[in-house]
């Protein structure tokens, strides 16, 4: 991008402060959960690049440097093919031991940046505030938080078992590519049950949703699971996404979306079960 367009590129985020005195207080980018799509398909062992433009810059120099950067994108992905086609292949079969469900940045490394130094423009407020442009750039070294750190993490159980009067539940799953089988037949053996201790619910609605933070552990238990129930491998492709979503305790889940909020309450059970170990039992491959 330098050499051909004269255009200089840094990971996507912000400036913590963009006050000229305040920016050594470091560039942060946006958060981990999958609600961003680049995010989602990281997590469906895809790789995705999140193009945005310089939002002080004129709507033509956006598109103009967005039309270079996936020129540039677009050119290296045909470059690098049998590499990229290596790692999405390795991803397919990734089945790590424990999921992180809850994140943080993690610490931040120390990076020179090139700030354009703004000024107040009195539209807009916070974050979103518009800023005027002066030409001063400079190389400041500040913190750069790029990267995540798992804030909760579970063990990847064997499957996910949920109850046959939520098939909207399945049918999510399956909308997102999630294999789901459902059982055939009868079946009795150890399960683990979600105990709800707390459910806190957004003050403020964000996409028509209040989004719901829940807490609680999975406890161990005997259980009567009849034909009809869902399975739900984590043995395949978006098993690790479709844990994360089934996760009660997940921070961008179906229970942060409000799918569980009938259901959901202290000292109740969620409706989803997990096993540690395969069921051995007949199923069907559902549509």
């Known amino acids: 991008m330098r050499r051909r367009h004269r255009l200089e590129t840094f990971w996507y985020g912000n400036f913590r402060n963009q006050h000229p005195d305040s920016l050594a207080l470091g560039w942060e980018t946006y958060d981990a959960r999958p609600r961003f ?15 945005e ?36 292949a390795a ?3 990734w089945r790590p031991d424990s999921i992180a469900i809850r ?15 703004t000024e107040e423009q009195g539209q807009g407020g916070g974050g979103f505030a518009r800023r005027r442009r002066t030409g001063i750039f400079r190389s400041i070294r500040m913190p750069v938080y790029d990267r995540f750190a798992p804030a909760l993490q579970v063990a990847r159980p064997a499957a996910y078992l949920l109850p ?9 799953l399956r909308r ?6 459902r059982l055939s037949a009868p079946w009795r053996g150890p399960v683990e049950g979600f105990g709800v201790d707390s459910v806190e619910v957004a003050g403020q609605p964000f996409e028509g949703h209040r989004p719901v933070a829940v807490s609680g552990r999975w406890v161990p238990r005997e259980a009567e ?25 997940s921070e961008d889940g179906f229970a942060t979306w409000n799918f569980l909020d009938r259901e959901l309450g202290p000292g109740r059970e969620a409706p989803i079960l997990r096993v540690r170990q395969p069921v051995a039992a007949p199923m069907v491959l559902t549509d």
């Not at 799509?37 to 995705?48: P, S």
């Not at 956006?62 to 290596?86: D, G």
């Not at 997102?176 to 089988?181: F, M, Q, R, S, Y």
Request: proline letters at 5%; hydrophobic letters at 50%; zero cysteines.
């Open 103 to 117: 994140s943080v940045l993690a610490p931040p490394v120390m990076q020179e940046v090139v700030a354009e130094i």
């Open 225 to 249: 699971i009849g034909a009809g129930w869902y399975y739900v491998t984590t043995d395949q492709r978006l098993g690790v996404f479709a844990a994360y979503l089934l996760e009660p305790a």
């Open 176 to 181: 997102h590519g999630v294999v789901v089988e």
């Open 53 to 88: 433009g310089y939002s002080n810059n004129s709507f033509s120099e956006r598109i103009a440097a967005t039309y270079s950067f996936l020129r540039e994108i677009l050119s290296l992905a045909a470059e690098e093919r049998a590499r990229l086609k290596a790692v999405v």
């Open 91 to 93: 991803a397919r079969l």
């Open 37 to 51: 799509g680049t995010n989602a398909m990281g997590m469906q062992g895809r790789i995705a690049i999140l193009s």
């Open 164 to 172: 046959p009067w939520r098939p909207d539940l399945a049918e999510l």
